[in-house]
Protein backbone atom coordinates (compact mmCIF):
# COMPACT_ATOMS: atom_id res chain seq x y z
CA UNK A 1 0.00 0.00 0.00
CA UNK A 2 1.21 3.60 -1.04
CA UNK A 3 1.60 6.29 1.49
CA UNK A 4 -0.48 9.24 1.42
CA UNK A 5 0.88 12.17 -0.46
CA UNK A 6 3.08 14.62 1.26
CA UNK A 7 1.38 17.53 0.37
CA UNK A 8 -2.27 16.72 0.09
CA UNK A 9 -2.64 13.62 2.67
CA UNK A 10 -4.17 11.72 0.21
CA UNK A 11 -3.81 7.95 -1.38
CA UNK A 12 -2.51 8.32 -5.17
CA UNK A 13 -3.53 5.82 -7.67
CA UNK A 14 -1.38 2.39 -7.42
CA UNK A 15 0.74 3.07 -10.64
CA UNK A 16 2.27 6.60 -9.41
CA UNK A 17 2.80 4.61 -6.05
CA UNK A 18 4.96 2.06 -8.50
CA UNK A 19 6.88 5.40 -9.49
CA UNK A 20 7.24 6.89 -6.79
CA UNK A 21 8.70 4.13 -4.81
CA UNK A 22 11.46 3.17 -7.12
CA UNK A 23 10.06 2.48 -10.69
CA UNK A 24 12.53 5.76 -11.29
CA UNK A 25 15.59 5.70 -13.18
CA UNK A 26 17.35 6.62 -10.17
CA UNK A 27 16.81 7.23 -6.90
CA UNK A 28 17.89 10.46 -6.69
CA UNK A 29 14.46 11.42 -9.31
CA UNK A 30 12.38 14.15 -7.68
CA UNK A 31 9.18 13.40 -6.21
CA UNK A 32 6.45 15.59 -7.38
CA UNK A 33 4.88 15.69 -3.98
CA UNK A 34 7.73 16.89 -2.14
CA UNK A 35 9.97 18.90 -4.57
CA UNK A 36 11.48 20.92 -1.93
CA UNK A 37 12.70 17.97 0.30
CA UNK A 38 14.49 17.06 -3.26
CA UNK A 39 16.28 20.19 -3.64
CA UNK A 40 17.03 20.19 0.25
CA UNK A 41 18.81 16.54 0.34
CA UNK A 42 22.36 16.01 -0.71
CA UNK A 43 22.11 13.88 -3.79
CA UNK A 44 23.18 13.47 -7.18
CA UNK A 45 20.53 15.09 -9.58
CA UNK A 46 19.79 17.97 -7.73
CA UNK A 47 23.42 18.61 -6.70
CA UNK A 48 24.78 18.78 -10.24
CA UNK A 49 21.44 20.16 -11.98
CA UNK A 50 22.87 23.00 -9.77
CA UNK A 51 18.88 22.99 -8.53
CA UNK A 52 20.59 23.62 -4.78
CA UNK A 53 20.90 27.44 -2.93
CA UNK A 54 24.39 27.33 -4.03
CA UNK A 55 25.35 26.88 -7.79
CA UNK A 56 28.38 24.98 -8.93
CA UNK A 57 29.97 26.90 -11.81
CA UNK A 58 32.41 24.13 -12.95
CA UNK A 59 29.24 22.02 -13.44
CA UNK A 60 27.85 25.08 -15.85
CA UNK A 61 31.19 25.27 -17.87
CA UNK A 62 31.40 21.79 -18.79
CA UNK A 63 28.35 21.86 -20.11
CA UNK A 64 28.98 25.18 -22.10
CA UNK A 65 32.44 23.52 -23.44
CA UNK A 66 30.22 21.09 -24.86
CA UNK A 67 29.99 21.59 -29.06
CA UNK A 68 26.28 19.83 -29.01
CA UNK A 69 24.16 18.52 -26.91
CA UNK A 70 21.85 15.53 -28.22
CA UNK A 71 18.51 15.03 -25.88
CA UNK A 72 16.01 12.21 -26.71
CA UNK A 73 13.34 9.65 -25.56
CA UNK A 74 11.02 6.94 -27.03
CA UNK A 75 7.40 7.89 -27.44
CA UNK A 76 6.43 4.48 -27.32
CA UNK A 77 8.28 4.01 -23.59
CA UNK A 78 5.38 3.02 -21.16
CA UNK A 79 4.46 0.69 -18.51
CA UNK A 80 5.77 -1.93 -17.13
CA UNK A 81 8.99 -1.64 -18.98
CA UNK A 82 9.22 2.29 -18.72
CA UNK A 83 12.67 3.65 -18.08
CA UNK A 84 12.32 7.12 -18.17
CA UNK A 85 9.23 8.52 -15.76
CA UNK A 86 8.16 11.26 -17.09
CA UNK A 87 8.91 9.85 -21.14
CA UNK A 88 10.27 13.59 -21.16
CA UNK A 89 12.61 13.55 -18.70
CA UNK A 90 14.98 12.63 -21.90
CA UNK A 91 14.54 16.24 -22.53
CA UNK A 92 14.97 17.22 -19.01
CA UNK A 93 10.45 17.68 -18.44
CA UNK A 94 9.99 17.02 -14.82
CA UNK A 95 6.51 15.91 -13.02
CA UNK A 96 4.81 19.70 -11.60
CA UNK A 97 4.78 20.10 -8.68
CA UNK A 98 1.86 18.24 -6.93
CA UNK A 99 1.56 16.06 -10.33
CA UNK A 100 2.22 13.09 -11.98
CA UNK A 101 -0.36 14.36 -15.26
CA UNK A 102 1.19 17.44 -15.86
CA UNK A 103 4.63 17.59 -17.10
CA UNK A 104 6.85 20.83 -17.39
CA UNK A 105 8.81 21.32 -20.16
CA UNK A 106 12.50 21.72 -20.18
CA UNK A 107 12.28 25.86 -20.96
CA UNK A 108 9.64 26.45 -18.55
CA UNK A 109 11.78 24.92 -15.55
CA UNK A 110 14.23 27.77 -13.11
CA UNK A 111 16.94 25.63 -14.40
CA UNK A 112 16.64 26.65 -18.09
CA UNK A 113 15.23 30.07 -17.37
CA UNK A 114 18.18 31.16 -15.18
CA UNK A 115 20.59 28.85 -17.35
CA UNK A 116 21.57 27.13 -13.87
CA UNK A 117 23.64 24.32 -16.09
CA UNK A 118 23.93 26.16 -19.68
CA UNK A 119 21.40 24.24 -21.20
CA UNK A 120 19.53 27.75 -22.33
CA UNK A 121 23.01 28.82 -23.69
CA UNK A 122 22.97 25.90 -25.55
CA UNK A 123 19.97 26.00 -26.88
CA UNK A 124 20.18 29.65 -27.97
CA UNK A 125 23.72 28.99 -29.33
CA UNK A 126 22.16 25.94 -31.85
CA UNK A 127 24.41 23.65 -29.80
CA UNK A 128 21.26 21.88 -27.77
CA UNK A 129 19.09 18.82 -30.10
CA UNK A 130 16.07 17.15 -29.69
CA UNK A 131 14.42 13.98 -31.10
CA UNK A 132 11.94 11.65 -30.41
CA UNK A 133 12.23 7.95 -31.38
CA UNK A 134 9.16 5.32 -31.39
CA UNK A 135 12.00 2.53 -30.47
CA UNK A 136 12.10 0.55 -26.94
CA UNK A 137 14.15 1.81 -24.49
CA UNK A 138 17.92 0.00 -24.68
CA UNK A 139 17.44 -1.29 -28.31
CA UNK A 140 20.74 0.12 -29.46
CA UNK A 141 21.47 -2.44 -32.29
CA UNK A 142 18.00 -2.60 -33.82
CA UNK A 143 17.11 -0.96 -37.51
CA UNK A 144 15.00 1.00 -35.33
CA UNK A 145 17.85 2.95 -33.81
CA UNK A 146 19.75 2.99 -36.51
CA UNK A 147 16.64 4.92 -38.06
CA UNK A 148 16.79 7.53 -35.23
CA UNK A 149 20.33 7.75 -34.87
CA UNK A 150 22.00 8.20 -38.05
CA UNK A 151 19.90 11.22 -39.27
CA UNK A 152 19.14 13.00 -35.61
CA UNK A 153 22.89 12.07 -34.48
CA UNK A 154 25.52 11.23 -36.59
CA UNK A 155 25.57 15.01 -38.77
CA UNK A 156 26.43 15.94 -35.31
CA UNK A 157 29.27 13.98 -34.56
CA UNK A 158 30.10 14.66 -38.25
CA UNK A 159 30.85 18.44 -37.53
CA UNK A 160 32.11 18.27 -34.02
CA UNK A 161 35.86 18.57 -33.62
CA UNK A 162 37.29 14.99 -32.12
CA UNK A 163 39.87 16.39 -29.30
CA UNK A 164 43.17 14.58 -29.29
Not at 36 to 44: C, D, G, L, N, T
Not at 49 to 71: A, C, T
Not at 116 to 123: A, C, M, N, V, Y
Request: with cysteine; charged share 20%.
Amino acid sequence: MCSPSPATGEYVRGDVCDILKGRLPTPDAPDPFALAEYVQRKIFLSDINNEREEKNPIYKQRILDLESFVMSYSTIDESPAQVLIPRETGWFGAFANNSVASVVPLEEQPMYKYDWIGLRTLHETGRLHRFTTSCVHNDYAGPCFEHYSIPNVLPILLNSTIPN
